[in-house]
């Protein structure tokens, strides 16, 4: 009788036998490849994870399917992380899972991003200053603002005009670090969608008009060093 896995037997027939052959499915297989500035993980229905940043050996990024079969991927971005694209196989519409039909070995891409804070800027009153960042995605004399990513460091600088003055910073959200202060420097980590307010001041010339009334004629009133004549 026969026995192994090779396609061929050869049987002496010095008697009656019986002899069974085994086929299996053909197979092929799938490799998960995770990529991006965002951390997450990808699930294959063998139960294998394959995650983003690598986990190193605890990492199972490809398994084998029978060909034909349907293969579901399945999605799971970290906090502060979102999938924004596959490739390689059929998303479904939240881009959780994606799906395809095994024809051959085929590599499948999945990309995971940093969820993005809008940060909006107040120069008040606008004519007497702008804001710009340390990066430049925002300047302006008038409101606007950029999407910065999930805990990036946002420095925002402001600069009065002509003969104004800085005043203070003020934030929409609760904890802001720069709220009150009075450096024209203001540093924050993105972690929500904020609105940032700089309080500029205008400059004001005090004029003082002496009157000497009371003042016996000829006396002398001094102002610091100034004097004045009555």
């Known amino acids: 009788a026969c026995s192994g896995s090779s396609p061929t037997c050869l049987v002496n027939m010095t008697m009656a036998r019986n002899v069974t052959a085994t086929f299996a499915a053909a197979s092929a297989t799938i490799t998960v490849s995770p990529s991006g500035g965002g951390t ?89 200053g702008t804001i710009a960042s340390g990066d430049m995605n925002i300047n302006c004399g008038a409101a606007c603002g950029a999407l910065y990513p999930y805990g990036t460091t946002v420095v925002l600088n402001g600069t009065p005009t002509g003969t104004a003055q800085f005043g203070t910073w003020s934030g929409s959200v609760a904890g802001f670090p720069c709220q009150g202060s009075t450096s024209s420097s203001c540093a924050f980590t993105v972690t929500q969608a904020v609105d940032v307010t700089a309080t500029f001041v205008p400059q004001r010339t005090l004029t003082l008009n002496m009157r000497p009334n009371s003042a016996a004629a000829g006396s002398r009133v001094f102002f610091g060093t100034n004097t004045c004549t009555t």
């Open 40 to 128: 997450g993980q990808v699930t294959l229905p063998t139960g294998g994870v394959c995650h983003l940043p690598s986990g190193g050996a605890s990492d199972t990024c490809s398994g084998s399917f029978s060909l034909n079969s349907t293969v579901i991927l399945t999605a799971t971005p970290a906090a502060h992380s979102h999938v924004t694209a596959w490739s390689g196989c059929t998303p479904s519409p939240d881009l959780s899972t994606c799906s395809l039909t095994v024809s051959g070995n085929t590599t499948v891409s999945v990309l995971f991003a940093l969820d993005t804070f809008l940060v909006n800027v107040h120069p008040s009153p606008a004519a007497l």
